[in-house]
C-alpha cells in the first residue's frame, strides 16, 4: 500500500501529465529556458538557511533524517528553488553571465492531504538567475501568462506586491509588531506564536475573526523607498503593456524568507482553499545566503497537481495519448511478415499498437474482439493483416475514427509513400 498522500500516476492520467510536460518543455525552448535537474536529497541546513527557521515548511513539513552511514542531515526537498541556488552557486554557473533555467520533479512536504495538495506533490518551475532588472520579473509573468494560454485554462488572476529591501521590510516589522501588539485579542494561537518570530505571515491568515485588524494593518507597500517603488511601477508598466490584468495586493507575503521586492500569485477560485496554482518573485538575497557569490534572481513554481484539477474542473479537452494505428493480426501465420511491417511503420514515426493474444493460450482472438479492443485504444486506424491481402502484398487501413469503417488496401512496397497518412500528430 502506497504512503498517505503518496500517489501512483497511471494510464490514462499518466497521459495528462505527459501533455502538460510537453507543453511546458515546448514553451520553455521557446523562451530560451533550459533544463535543470537537481537531487531529491539535499543538506538539512540549505532550507533552514534559504528558507527561513520559522517558516512552516522548516517548522513542520520537511522530511528530514540522519544519514545512518556518515551522520549527515539530510531532506527530501521542499521545493526546489534552494536546490537550484546551490546547483547554480556550486557550479560557478554566472561566471558568464545569468542564466534562465527551469525544472520538473516532485517535491516532499509533511502535511494533510487534500484537493490538489499532497505529501509528495509535483512542480514545475522556471527561475532566472543574474539579472536584476523589472523587465525578467515581467518575463517570468509573461511566462506563465503564455503557458496558460497554451493549455486552455481560463479565469485565473494574477495578484503582485512588492517587499521591498531587507531596511525596509525591517521599518515596516516594528511598526508591524506594534499594530498587532495592541490586538493580542483577535489573534488566534498560530497569529501569537508568529508575532515576534514572522509577523509578516499574519498578515495572509485565512482566519475570518482576523480579517478587519489584518485589513488596517500597516502596509508594507507604503514603506517602500524610491528604488523599490521604482521596480514595481516599471513591472507593471511592462505587463500593462502587454495587456496582462493584475490587482495589487498588499497581503501577498509568499510562504518563504528568502523574497525580496516583486512576489506575485496566479490565483483561481475553482479550486476552493488551495487557489493559488503558481507563485513566486524575486530573492537577490538567497544565493549569497547559501554561500555564493552576490547575484539577483527571480523565479516561480506552478503545482502540477493544480494545475491538472483545474484543467478537469474547467471541463478543457487535453488529447487522448493514443496510438495513431492498432495492428489487427487475425493469425498466428502472419506474425512474423505483420511484426516486420509495424517496425517500419514505427522507424517512419508512427505509433503503432499491435495486438497481442491473451495469457489464456487461446490462439489471436476472433476479428470480432480484436476490433473492439483496437476501437477501444482510441487509435484512429486499424492495419489488418488478412492473409489474402498479404498474398496479394497489400494490408487493409480501415478508419476508427473520422469517416469511421472506410478502408483501403495498401501496397506494402510502398509503405513509406502513405505511412505520414496514419500518423495523427503530423
Known amino acids: 500500500m502506497a504512503v498517505k498522500g503518496m500517489n501512483d500516476i497511471l494510464p490514462p492520467e499518466s497521459a495528462r501529465w505527459e501533455w502538460l510536460e510537453a507543453k511546458v518543455r515546448d514553451l520553455m525552448a521557446r523562451y530560451a529556458y533550459r533544463n535543470i535537474r537537481t537531487p531529491i536529497v539535499e543538506h538539512t541546513p540549505l532550507f533552514v538557511r534559504g528558507l527561513g527557521e520559522v517558516t512552516d515548511i522548516v517548522e513542520k513539513e520537511m522530511y528530514s533524517f540522519e544519514d545512518r552511514l556518515n551522520g549527515e542531515h539530510l531532506t527530501l526537498r521542499p521545493e526546489a528553488t534552494a536546490g537550484v541556488v546551490r546547483a547554480v552557486a556550486e557550479h560557478s554557473m554566472l561566471y558568464d553571465g545569468g542564466k534562465r533555467l527551469y525544472y520538473m520533479g516532485p517535491m516532499f512536504r509533511h502535511e494533510r492531504p487534500q484537493r490538489g495538495r499532497y505529501r ?69 494561537e498560530e497569529a501569537r ?39 514595481f511601477e516599471a513591472l507593471k508598466s511592462i505587463l500593462a503593456a502587454n495587456a496582462v490584468e493584475w490587482t495589487v495586493n498588499p497581503r501577498l507575503v509568499r510562504g518563504m524568507d528568502y523574497y525580496n521586492l516583486t512576489v506575485f ?16 518573485g524575486r530573492y537577490d538575497y538567497l544565493i549569497e545566503q547559501i554561500g555564493g557569490k552576490a547575484a539577483p534572481a ?11 484539477e483545474l484543467l ?23 506474425l512474423p511478415l505483420a511484426m516486420a511491417t509495424i517496425e517500419r511503420l514505427r522507424l517512419l514515426g508512427v505509433d503503432v499498437q499491435m495486438y497481442a493474444a491473451p495469457a489464456n493460450g487461446e490462439g489471436m482472438g476472433s476479428m470480432k474482439s480484436q476490433f473492439k479492443k483496437a476501437d477501444a485504444s482510441g487509435a484512429q486506424h486499424a492495419l489488418i493483416f488478412g492473409q489474402d491481402e498479404l498474398s496479394r502484398g497489400t494490408v487493409v487501413v480501415k478508419s476508427l475514427r473520422d469517416g469511421v469503417g472506410a478502408q483501403a488496401e495498401r501496397p506494402l512496397d510502398k509503405l513509406p509513400e502513405w505511412a505520414a497518412t496514419l500518423q495523427s500528430k503530423c
Not at 494574477?158 to 517587499?163: D, P, R, T
Not at 500569485?265 to 513566486?280: H, M, P, R, Y
Not at 527571480?298 to 491538472?308: D, H, S
Open 265 to 280: 500569485e496566479f490565483v483561481t477560485d475553482q479550486l476552493g482553499s488551495q487557489g493559488t496554482i503558481c507563485g513566486g
Open 120 to 188: 509528495q506533490f509535483h512542480q514545475i518551475g522556471a527561475e532566472a538567475l543574474g539579472f536584476a532588472g523589472a523587465e525578467v520579473d515581467a518575463e517570468l509573468i509573461l511566462l506563465a501568462k503564455a503557458l496558460w494560454r497554451e493549455l486552455g485554462l481560463k479565469n485565473v488572476r494574477l495578484e503582485l506586491n512588492s517587499l521591498g529591501q531587507p531596511d525596509e521590510r525591517k521599518a515596516h516589522r516594528a511598526a508591524l509588531i506594534s499594530y498587532l501588539e495592541q490586538h493580542v485579542d483577535v489573534m488566534d
Open 312 to 334: 478537469k474542473e474547467q471541463g478543457s479537452a487535453v488529447p487522448a495519448m493514443a496510438a495513431d494505428v492498432y495492428a489487427v493480426v487475425p493469425s498466428v501465420d502472419v
Open 298 to 308: 527571480v523565479g516561480w513554481a506552478l503545482g502540477v497537481e493544480r494545475v491538472l
Open 193 to 231: 506564536r508568529r508575532l515576534h518570530s514572522n509577523p509578516l505571515r499574519i498578515l495572509d491568515t485565512k482566519n475570518p475573526a482576523m480579517q478587519a485588524m489584518v485589513e488596517a494593518a500597516p502596509r508594507l507597500i507604503d514603506f517602500l523607498g524610491e528604488q523599490s517603488l521604482a521596480h
